[in-house]
């Protein structure tokens, strides 16, 4: 099913497009430094924006490692980000949450603490993440707030980020407490704004991790038809081409910098459509560009568009958190969350650990059963999506329309829409959301949740 997906001359075909984008197009840096950083290494500046030239682009490949080793607060080995090792790990800055009461609210410090508590416990979220948006905190606090509540309470490596452009130094001045900066615990994510465009503070972010031997891993989000082209390829040439961006920033920065080709994408809807089957198909076409030029990869994975904890969440993360597992995506993040990054809750958490521990002996497993159940309904379109190639050709690679969008552009505009409509339809179809209502289905996602629910009240009790 995935081997088809793209062919080495097609990924070439959209590296080559992503290059093109790079020295014609540009990318927006709202940052000086990360501007003088480029230029001073070939690119052209003009105003805000650099024109990133084909051999900077192929020497800065090079220079990025093709394995990243992540350490526990022990400084003991805990992940080693290569080949096809799978890590995962809660999705990260939810401003909502679901608590072990099944209230959903604001979250506040002490969500924060007792939900890494949890993650500290559970065997198949390898790492931690700084996962609740918390609203008890000063709002110039609250990257550093979280990170110490994470750091206090577990061993395990996290992933992270900043909000603003000085809460690296803090952050970096906690780590500095907890850690040996030669063994790095963390991952900084930072996020280019789509299309093509840096905000100041992640650009600081990427350089300041490469300058400090920090991972970061590069997430790109395109939305098709929002702010990224109305077709897979087209999307790709995008994602890749932000990726690039990234990659080419921390190189440049500090030659042999740890960077993760990484993404979040999705669609448009009542709120981000995430676990979309096209979603689905972008996310493992882009998995398998990063790893054809040998950079650890990461995802968005398993959150759910649900609203609620329930058959079509557990249908939804069981599918995505097991194909990508079975891609070998490096770094998988999502388990937790719903409603397109926007709540996590600490039940579905659980439920996704115990997908996320048959993904890897799906054999005799419940997750082949939902698979194959979910398959048999044809629930949510998956298999009939995921079979389809992607179409890479000119028309479909969109340069046309990146290069007349340009940086910071919008692709929602009525003459695209026109334009794009039938192939935008034809890719990214809405599936027919139904049978999540099947016995089978229901069965198993009760037993999965009376599973979860009695290991957090145990949990929970020793807090």
Known sequence: MLGSMLSSREIEEVHGSALQVLQEVGVLFESSGALQILKANGAEVRGSVAYIPEELVKDCLKKAPSSISLYDLDGRLSCRLEDDNVYFNPGSTASWYIDENGVRRRPFYGDMVRFSQVVEKLSFIHMQSTALVVQDVEEDLRAVSRLQAVLECSKKPVVTGVFKEDDFGRMMSLLSRFTDPSRPV??????????????????????????????STIISMPIPFVCSPPTLAGSLVQHHAENLSGIVLAECAAPGAKVIYGGSPSLLGKTPLMSHPGVLKLILAYNRIGKHFGIPTHAYLGVSDSLMVDERAFVESAYCLTMGREAGVNVISGPGMLEGEKTQSILKLVIDNIICENSFTRGSSFVNMVLETAESTDAYSYRSTLEKEVEVNEDTLCLRLIKEVGPGGSYLKPKYMREYHRVFSREFSMPSIRDFQHELLKELFEEARREAASFLAGALKNF
């Open 186 to 215: 963390a991952i900084f994510d930072a996020c280019p704004n789509s299309p093509l465009r840096w905000s100041r503070h992640l650009s600081h972010s990427v350089v300041e991790c490469a300058r400090n031997n920090i991972p």
